[in-house]
T-cell receptor, first 113, second 115 residues
Framework: DAKTTQPPSMDCAEGRAANLPCNHS???????VYWYRQIHSQGPQYIIH???NNETNEMASLIITEDRKSSTLILPHATLRDTAVYYC??????????????FGTGTRLTIIP | DAGITQSPRYKITETGRQVTLMCHQT?????MFWYRQDLGHGLRLIYY???????DKGEVPDGYVVSRSKTENFPLTLESATRSQTSVYFC??????????????FGSGTRLTVV
């Protein structure tokens, strides 16, 4: 699996957009970018994933560069409840749900009131 | 309620004792996983299962045993608990999030302390 690099921590003001970067320069053509987050003491939560097109859902937007070597997760209007550790994971997607995701240390995002 | 549930939420056990952590999911997802999370190590995969009666080792399987006699249950057993197995344990199952993507849904975790 391609390795990912994320900043260890970031702050963002409440109500502003939080932009979390991730570098995955060794990503292969069939590997997807997944984002999860873990709010204190809870299990990780799936946020979004994408291959090469930008993606948006009710939680966030995912912007993947054209060369696919980096991506940015955007939380458009951050709230205090978005304070969490965010994990960027690169993995081959399958039709069977058998991906064994490898979690790194992620980015600790703190939303400032 | 539909979902994935783990029990117990908290457990304290003594070194050498056997302890079983339970995981139950209501979706009939084929794939289920056990992770442990320790400070400084992030989440590490212990075992996973592709279906009933099919299991395989993950990154850190030593000291653990799993079984999956029914699709909905995936218990994790520590046969002889050691202090190094003090951790937070998360169970997960995978679900389709489309297109060709599968997201994990995690349980709330079991905080295990071995004294």
């Amino acid at each position: 699996d391609a390795k990912t690099t994320q900043p260890p921590s970031m702050d963002c003001a409440e109500g502003r957009a939080a932009n979390l970067p991730c570098n995955h320069s060794t990503i292969s053509g069939n590997e997807y970018v997944y984002w999860y987050r873990q709010i204190h003491s809870q299990g990780p939560q799936y946020i979004i994933h994408g291959l090469k097109n930008n993606e948006t859902n009710e939680m966030a937007s995912l912007i993947i560069t054209e060369d696919r070597k980096s991506s940015t997760l955007i939380l458009p209007h951050a709230t205090l409840r978005d304070t969490a550790v965010y994990y960027c994971i690169v993995r081959v997607a399958s039709n069977f749900g058998n991906e064994k995701l490898t979690f790194g240390t992620g980015t600790r995002l703190t939303i400032i009131p | 309620d539909a979902g994935i549930t783990q029990s117990p939420r908290y457990k304290i056990t003594e070194t050498g004792r056997q302890v079983t952590l339970m995981c139950h999911q209501t979706w009939s997802h084929s794939y289920m996983f056990w992770y442990r999370q320790d400070l400084g190590h992030g989440l590490r995969l212990i075992y996973y299962s592709a279906a009933a009666d099919i299991t395989d080792k993950g990154e850190v399987p030593d000291g653990y045993v799993v079984s999956r006699s029914k699709t909905e249950n995936f218990p994790l057993t520590l046969e002889s608990a050691t202090r190094s197995q003090t951790s937070v344990y998360f169970c997960a199952s995978s679900e389709p999030t489309g297109p060709r993507g599968y997201g994990y849904t995690f349980g709330s975790g079991t905080r295990l302390t071995v004294v």
